[in-house]
């Protein structure tokens, strides 16, 4: 579709091939703005399956040209969580963990290199908790493309190996991963390097997430979304996805979108709970796909929360665990802690009043599984 780039604060607007990633004004995130006026669906467009691919006449590109098959994962129904969860809840789960790299990230990878590609880049760079990184070297691996992955020392090994195994170049950054962010920032500023990470075209690759659940769920359309957030990129895009389903009428209502994190690092359930912007919490927090103590769309994140009439919800870590050990044993699905964290929202907001989900349906995302 054709766009624009627009500064989110002041509203400055960039050529499309400019590669800025923030507002040289106001140091603000950027937005990909559509030119909706006029713009038809393909034809036909209702009766192909969900995919990644599907989606491209609703992304910022003419061809996802870097695809490794990403998207098109499974809405499974919980049925095997009905014991804890009672008779009269329809849960499904969107298993993300079945794409390349085991996360939704993946989405995001595809469209970036995708951009970077046809920009003409030959050199990326990010800064991950370690998801991100892993899916941007793998991909820009097998496009040939130099990828240096800014990463907190404290970052997991397991996620630190298996980066490493991609051949991407690695920076242990010493502090968390906002100070990679940082360096990230500056390194590709310095080398004229394409910044890949939680951007505008990033942003745009993982709304298909939520593309995919409204055709999924078919009649039965959702009344929640529950989304982790980590830098709330996920959240942001999922609202985005949504109100343009809605603008092109493929959806009547918009589901409540529920934002969840954990209690050691909740810097945007904290704003909501205060009716406040979100501040900088020091993240402590075991699930590390999710430690994120300033979310870039920190922002964005609470609009999308306040626009769907939904909520903001922390869980405790050891809430987490049992919501990961969960998934394995009664549903056969593996996931990280960050991966299970959007159902063990679920699990205690449906604990404490299980009226408000009566015969009410609910989506949960299982985002990643790199931890073991
Ligand atoms: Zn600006």
Redesign the pocket.
């Known amino acids: 579709m054709e766009y624009k780039l627009v500064?989110t604060?002041?509203g400055?607007e960039y050529d499309r091939k400019s590669p800025a990633f923030r507002?040289v004004?106001?140091a603000?995130i950027l937005e990909v703005e559509y030119y909706y006026d006029g713009f038809r669906l393909p034809k036909g467009f209702r009766r192909r399956k969900p995919s990644q691919k599907k989606y491209v006449p609703l992304l910022p590109l003419s061809r996802l040209s870097a695809t490794m098959g990403e998207g098109g994962s499974e809405l499974v129904a919980a049925d095997g969580l009905r014991r804890i969860i009672g008779q009269s809840v329809r849960l499904y789960l969107k298993v993300e963990t079945e794409n390349p790299t085991h996360t939704f990230k993946d989405r995001g990878s595809a469209v970036e290199i995708s951009k970077a590609m046809e920009l003409g880049y030959r050199e990326i760079c990010c800064a991950s908790t370690g998801n991100m990184g892993l899916s941007l070297a793998k991909y820009a691996r097998a496009h040939r493309i130099k990828c240096t992955v800014f990463i907190s020392k404290d970052g997991n090994p397991k996620k630190i190996a298996k980066i490493r195994a991609q051949r991407a170049r690695l920076v242990k950054v010493d502090g968390d991963f906002n100070d990679a962010l940082l360096q990230a920032e500056r390194f590709a500023t310095r080398r004229g390097a394409f910044l890949c990470g939680d951007y505008h075209y990033r942003k745009e690759g993982q709304k298909c997430v939520v593309y995919e659940i409204m055709e999924q769920v078919g009649r039965r359309a959702p009344d929640y979304i529950f989304v982790q957030v980590g830098n709330a990129t996920l959240l942001a895009a999922v609202y985005k996805g949504l109100v343009e389903f809605k603008k092109f009428g493929l959806i009547g209502k918009m589901p409540r979108l529920v934002a969840v994190q954990s209690d050691q690092c909740a810097p945007l359930v904290t704003a909501y709970k205060a009716s406040r912007q979100v501040r900088y919490v020091r993240p402590a927090t075991a699930a590390d796909a999710i430690a994120v103590g300033f979310p870039t769309f920190g922002f964005e994140g609470l609009e999308a929360v306040k626009g769907t009439n939904g909520c903001a919800v922390s869980v405790d870590d050891s809430e987490i665990y049992r919501a990961m050990g969960l998934l394995k044993e009664s549903m056969g699905i593996g996931a990280e802690l960050g991966g299970a964290t959007g159902l063990a929202g679920f699990l205690k907001m449906n604990a404490e009043k299980p009226s408000a989900f009566k015969g009410r349906t609910a989506v949960v995302i299982v985002t990643g599984n790199n931890e073991d």
């Open positions: 500064c604060k002041c400055a507002c004004k106001c603000s």
